[in-house]
């Protein structure tokens, strides 16, 4: 990695941009977001598909969150949240919805729907 380089007082970053890398971040993180919690992970996306029918305009993660606390799961299956709609038939449908959980400070979750 290059020396990092001061330009116009910012710090140079050569290796900020890189499309394979970033790709590679992402499969990582996910692996690990997965692995960290299994369990939590494979439960979201059952109940995901149970409940799907139930939800014609789609689903958020936070609607998964509150079947899973409605069922006696953990609401939240941590960083593998963002796994949940990997695979599985799924497509987002370009939609976004501001998220009720507090901790997430009403940020936008994607809108999946099934195949």
């Known amino acids: 990695m290059a020396k990092a380089q001061k330009s116009q ?19 990582k993180g996910m692996k690990l977001a997965k692995d960290n919690r ?10 995901a598909l149970e409940i799907a029918p139930d939800y014609p305009e789609g689903l958020t993660s936070d609607d998964i969150g509150l079947e899973l606390a409605k069922r006696g799961y953990m609401a939240n299956p941590g960083p593998a949240a963002g796994s949940m709609f990997k695979g599985g038939g799924w497509y987002f449908t ?9 901790t997430n400070h009403s940020r ?8």
Do not use: C, H, T
Not at 38 to 47: E, F, G, N, T, W
Not at 108 to 115: A, G, N, P
């Open 108 to 115: 936008e979750l994607k809108v999946w729907r099934r195949r």
């Open 9 to 27: 007082g910012k710090p140079y970053q050569p290796d900020m941009f890189d499309a394979a890398e970033a790709n590679y971040q992402k499969e």
């Open 94 to 102: 370009g939609e976004r919805r501001k998220s009720a959980r507090v």
């Open 38 to 47: 299994p369990y939590s992970l494979d439960v979201a996306r059952r109940i």
